[in-house]
């Protein structure tokens, strides 16, 4: 099994509408990040957390919000799509550790018209 | 803020061929350096990363990399590629704080000419 899976894998959606990207891990890592991937532009940081009490924005939250369920679950929402949030999405997650590394989901295309 | 640049958008190459891809951070202290590569349709997978000590650093596949913090570059090379390497290769920087955060460079895609 993947140690870090994400739900929906594609999504096509319509402009206003609210959508919910799901993220699960088994690694048991307490740190989580969501990145939208767009062409040319490599992947960029929504939002990141530490644990179920500690949420951060990252460099582009606007337009997102997110929720951490459980350790083990991080949700990415989009309350009203448009067009621009079409992506590509990737959950991450990491270790405490200084040297430790982070292990990537398989994204979800999202397709907002 | 920091930021990391990839010089190479789009690389073409014919199997068996050398490859170096260029990869350059701006920030002055001290970081942790990754590259990922991502396969057609698949999500991102560790090549190599570079934390401290020696700095060339050699990952799966044949790939290494070469930390120069004097140019704050941190190039990756191969010598011999394969069809199989096609895939866009990005590189990435954790500035090293509490947060774990990862700075990407822009991607570079790869095609090996069979």
């Known amino acids: 099994d993947a140690d870090v899976t994400q739900t929906p894998r594609n999504r096509i959606t319509k402009t206003g509408k609210r959508i919910m990207l799901e993220c699960s891990q088994t690694?048991?890592?307490?740190?989580m990040y969501w990145y939208r991937q767009d062409p040319g532009l490599g992947l960029q940081l929504i939002y990141y957390?530490?644990?179920?009490?500690?949420?951060n924005k990252g460099e582009i939250s606007d337009g997102y919000s997110v929720s951490r369920q459980a350790q083990a679950k991080f949700s990415l929402s989009l309350e009203s799509a448009i067009p621009n949030q079409t992506a590509l999405y990737f959950c991450?997650?990491?270790?405490?550790?200084?040297?430790?590394?982070?292990?990537f989901g398989p994204g979800t295309r999202l397709t907002v018209l | 803020a920091q930021s990391v640049s990839q010089h190479n958008h789009h690389v073409i190459l014919s199997e068996a061929a050398s490859l170096e891809l260029g990869c350059n951070y701006s920030?002055?202290?001290?970081?942790?350096l990754f590259w990922y590569v991502q396969y057609p349709g698949q999500h991102l997978q560790l090549l190599l990363k570079?934390?401290?000590?020696?700095?060339l650093v050699k990952g799966i596949k044949g790939f290494e990399a070469e930390f120069i913090k004097s140019k704050f570059s941190f190039n990756l090379r191969k010598p011999s590629v394969q069809w199989s390497d096609t895939a866009e290769y990005f590189c990435a920087v954790n500035v090293i704080s509490n947060t774990g955060k990862l700075i990407f460079g822009q991607g570079t895609t790869l095609q090996v000419k069979p």
């Open positions: 957390s530490f644990d179920v009490k500690d949420i």
């Open positions: 690694k048991g890592h307490d740190r």
């Open positions: 570079y934390f401290s000590g020696d700095p």
């Open positions: 920030y002055g202290g001290t970081v942790n």
């Open positions: 991450a997650t990491k270790g405490t550790g200084s040297t430790d590394t982070q292990y």
